[in-house]
């Protein structure tokens, strides 16, 4: 489609949520090829039927795999026209009841509710409302190319918190392991104990203690099981052995680069912007109430 915004953006459609038949029915591995995307992209749209709402292991999955990336969902509820306007606040609602469980953050992602194609609504809906959730989310995304190196610097920063978590994380787990062996004990077995029962020995509620850290960015406790399962405790050493005279602490230097480094940088950046400047100009995105791409 010849179009001004087609020029900033790419836009992916990746394969749809299938919850009525087997994953390994597809050929080719699902959730590698989401995942090789939700890596890449700068903003996610999860798009529903009014009609399909059934929440089942595939989508679940795919939320585990948005975890820490929240700011990028976007949730479209399509074909908005087929509904009376009753149902339709019946069926946002159960989005949401679905959902819910599925993203443990204070802020849930924005919902734009319309029928996304280039034809005119059906007849007796609420018209002006899908206009305007329209005309929304393309100046949603404009935002977003406007803030792209912004959202990189705030996701390279997320990412550097959940390293800083799990290496914390790996520190606590040595230093318990080291604790509680003594010259009689079977390694195993007392690893077995902190590893099946973390809660028992505070690891997780001490890492909650430090600054910079929220529940929501802990890992799931039995990745951990997985984890060690792959690479042995006695493989690590504590986070005060990876500290030098010269180089100074590892750990350190990413704290630094989260509180610091990465907000000032972020900082630079908006101060260089001209307040004021838009490109909806080049988008078209301050348009109401028409819609640029609908052929009434």
């Known amino acids: 489609m010849p179009h001004k915004l087609l020029e900033r953006v790419t836009f992916v459609d990746t394969p749809g949520i299938i919850e009525n ?79 819910a469980p599925l993203i443990n953050v204070t802020e849930p992602p924005r919902v734009y509710v319309s029928s996304f194609w280039p034809y005119d609504y059906a007849a007796d809906t609420s018209r002006e409302l899908f206009k305007r959730e329209e005309i929304s989310l393309l100046e949603d995304l404009n935002q977003v190319i406007e803030n792209r190196i912004e959202n990189k610097i705030a996701f390279i920063r997320q990412h550097g918190i959940r390293v800083r978590i799990h290496a914390l994380l790996v520190d606590r787990y040595v230093q318990t392991f080291k604790e509680k062996m003594s010259y009689f004990s079977d390694p195993e077995l007392v690893f077995k104990e902190i590893v099946d029962d973390p809660d028992k020995f505070y690891i997780f509620k001490s890492i909650l203690a430090k600054t910079n850290v929220s529940k ?73 109430p028409k819609n640029r791409y609908r052929k009434n």
């Open 21 to 99: 038949r087997k994953q390994q029915e597809r050929g080719y591995p699902f959730n590698d090829v989401c995942q090789w995307f939700i890596d890449r992209a700068d903003l996610i749209f999860v798009v529903f039927d009014p009609t399909k709402l059934d929440v089942g292991l595939e989508l679940e999955m795919l939320f585990r795999q948005l975890k820490g990336r929240e700011s990028q969902i976007r949730i479209i509820l399509n074909k908005a026209d087929n509904l009376a306007t009753q149902d339709l606040m019946r069926v946002y609602g159960a989005l949401f009841w679905s959902l």
């Open 216 to 288: 929501f960015d802990l890992p799931n406790r039995d990745a951990y099981r997985d984890f060690f399962g792959v690479n042995p405790i006695t493989n690590f050493k504590p986070l005060t052995a990876q500290c030098s005279y010269i180089g100074g602490c590892l750990l350190d230097k990413i704290e630094k680069a989260i509180t610091n480094e990465l907000p000032a940088l972020l900082s630079s950046i908006n101060s260089g912007k001209q307040p004021g400047l838009s490109s909806c100009e080049t988008t078209g995105c301050g348009e109401k």
